[in-house]
């Protein structure tokens, strides 16, 4: 889908910094609670949201803690009384959280989070890839990526209506500085058209000293399972809860991410030979790329991933059967196999009646700049890629300098 | 699309002119897109910031590589840093001195046009701070944005008597700058 289709012109547009629009998209959606606690690129969506409650703009507990995991904790507590929870976080912070996040889940409480996506230590860098998200992966939290501010604000809104309707966390995944600093048109959706969009949440079971229970507390073997169980018959549920999300999104808002049901948003897919799979800002080059080999009459295309979790595996296998090759592009890797992006994606098409060769590409880490002539090589990289390649000529790093390298080359 | 480049130090406000001229154009109904480069994130370090317009939607990530106007914030850059790498031939370099173009020692085809816009700051806000003298200095050098929309975005983040003062600094900027 061109990405022109998805402006609405009447709308009013403001340019500003892509985490200032964030916060004043979950200003809009009205939580009772925010806690979070700062860390590079994403300080700038709690540091709004502060001002806004100090102002009196934002009715909501501001809760200041002494760290992510305070924070992360805090949202649990909300959460569990029955409140709408935010919290905001980056790279080690998340990490900090993942302890706490992986408990939300097993709550089932539908806190919902703006990751503005960063590298993890060491070496120390505060620029983005997705290493911190991927190490999530795991935890039974929703997962998005924005292309855009735009779509950073709307994935936060369409998080918490799908996550208070399955009772999930959800990471709104967005790139730190490329879509946090960055300033750009978007439209701030309005309180009034975010009240018809999400309804109050309407928890099932609270905690409530008049009406005193357990939540999360201790598991023998013969229930553990079970609770886990419902976890992925969650995710699996939300699929449809997601489609029916972004088809009264469309209606309410006039943005259209109804592709796919809202789990890939394709260009020019449909009949390209080779395909680019890439989530995240990284998708607006490759646009750009796409463009210049349609207008050179070569069939190449892009699929991105809006939803990591739950993986769109059925959507992918649809939108990738018939490709000559594909080319993954992925911002994190697991090391001592690959691509963790990658390999779910080849597990997608391993049911698919055929399998087109799939290679993967690590660049974009900590912040590399990834240029037009990056994304055109890789294209004509994969061109030559076969079904049968041996496991280490499957994945790439093009952007890698050998001259960093102990004994100078890879 | 018209890419832009800025080079400044830290604390220049490199950030903010790319800022101000993103939020001009978009006042100006053109698709604005600003993008800093964060270095070190110190005073005094090279800084770059960048600045896309387009008639449609700009979906591009990478840094600008290609400017068809580079602005310096500070000279003494020029001694570590290129200023003139990628800029069109057919481009624009805007400096920040108080020389005349043709004494400035910069190799390249572009136009040099030159601004003494700390003088200026200097002048109307008794302070070095020269990026909304630099906002005019780029609106009077390529006509890509309106008079009115340079005040209505600098009033609007300079409130009261210092937006005043941003006006005047960019107005005669923007004067000793238009052919």
Same mark, same amino acid.
Not at chain 1, 268 to 273: C, K, R
Not at chain 1, 384 to 389: E, F, L, N, R, V
Not at chain 2, 142 to 146: E, G, R, V
């Given at each position: 889908m061109a990405q022109a289709d998805q402006q609405n012109p009447s709308d009013e547009q403001e340019v500003m910094k892509g985490t200032s629009a964030v916060a004043k998209g979950v200003m809009a959606a009205n939580p009772d609670v925010v806690s979070a606690y700062p860390i590079t690129p994403q300080t700038g969506v709690v540091e709004k949201l502060s001002e806004l409650v100090a102002d009196g703009k934002l009715d909501s507990e501001f809760i200041k803690v002494d760290s992510e995991f305070n924070a992360a904790s805090t949202c649990i507590g909300a959460s569990a009384a029955g409140a709408r929870a935010f919290s905001a976080t980056s790279s080690q912070g998340l990490k900090l959280m993942s302890e706490p996040l992986f408990t939300a889940a097993g709550m089932r409480l539908p806190i919902v989070m703006a990751v503005a996506n960063r590298s993890l230590s060491a070496p120390l860098s505060i620029w983005a890839d997705h290493t911190d998200a991927f190490a999530e992966r795991d935890g039974g939290m929703l997962q998005f990526h924005a292309e855009d501010v735009q779509e950073a604000i709307d994935h936060v809104l369409l998080g918490f209506r799908v996550a208070e309707q399955v009772n999930l966390p959800a990471l709104s995944n967005f790139d730190g500085f490329?879509? @946090?600093?960055v300033q750009e048109p978007a439209n701030i959706p309005t309180e009034e058209e975010v009240s018809e969009f999400l309804p109050p949440r309407e928890p099932e079971y609270t905690l409530d000293p008049s009406d005193p229970k357990t939540m999360g507390a201790y598991a023998r073997p013969e229930h553990w399972t079970e609770s886990r169980y419902e976890i992925q018959r969650a995710m699996m549920e939300s699929r449809e809860v997601w489609a029916d999300a972004v088809e009264e999104f469309k209606d309410v808002f006039g943005r259209d991410y109804t592709e796919y049901g809202g789990m890939l948003d394709t260009y020019?897919? !449909? !009949?390209? !030979?080779h395909i680019i799979v890439a989530m995240g800002s990284i998708a607006g080059t490759i646009r750009n790329v796409v463009d210049a080999y349609r207008e050179d009459g070569e069939k190449v295309g892009m699929v991105r991933p809006r939803v990591f979790r739950p993986f769109p595996a059925p959507e992918l296998r649809d939108a990738l059967a018939d490709a000559e090759s594909v080319a993954v592009l992925t911002k994190e890797m697991s090391p001592g196999y690959e691509s963790a992006f990658a390999g779910e994606i080849k597990g997608a098409l391993y049911h698919a009646e055929s399998q087109p060769p799939v290679k993967s590409y690590v660049l974009g880490m900590a912040g590399r700049d990834v240029k037009p002539e990056d994304i055109a090589d890789i294209i004509e990289d994969v061109k @030559?890629? @076969?079904?049968?390649?041996d496991f280490d000529e499957s994945e790439s790093w093009p952007q890698l300098r050998p001259e960093l390298l102990k004994g100078g080359d890879a | 699309m018209y890419q832009i480049r800025i080079h400044g130090r830290g604390g220049q406000g490199s950030v903010t002119l790319a800022q101000l001229l993103a939020q001009a154009g978009h006042e100006d109904g053109i698709w604005s897109q600003a993008t800093p480069s964060f270095g070190v994130e110190r005073r005094g370090a090279p800084v770059e910031a960048y600045v896309r317009y387009s008639d449609e939607k700009i979906t591009e990530r990478s840094h600008v590589e290609e400017p068809d106007c580079v602005i310096v914030q500070d000279t003494s850059l020029l001694e570590y840093v290129d200023v003139t790498e990628g800029l069109s031939d057919d481009g624009i370099l805007l400096v920040n001195t108080d020389a005349d173009p043709e004494d400035v020692d910069i190799d390249t085809d572009a136009e040099i046009v030159t601004v003494d816009a700390t003088e200026i700051a200097l002048e109307n806000l008794g302070r070095p701070i020269m990026n909304t003298a630099l906002l005019g200095a780029f609106a009077g050098a390529?006509?890509?944005?309106?008079t009115e929309s340079l005040e209505a975005v600098i009033t609007r983040k300079f409130e009261g008597e210092i937006g005043q003062k941003n006006v005047a600094a960019t107005t005669d900027a923007y004067t000793e700058v238009h052919a």
């Open positions: 490329i879509l @946090t600093h020019y897919a !449909d !009949d390209a !030979d @030559t890629a @076969t079904p049968k390649m | 390529t006509d890509k944005l309106s």
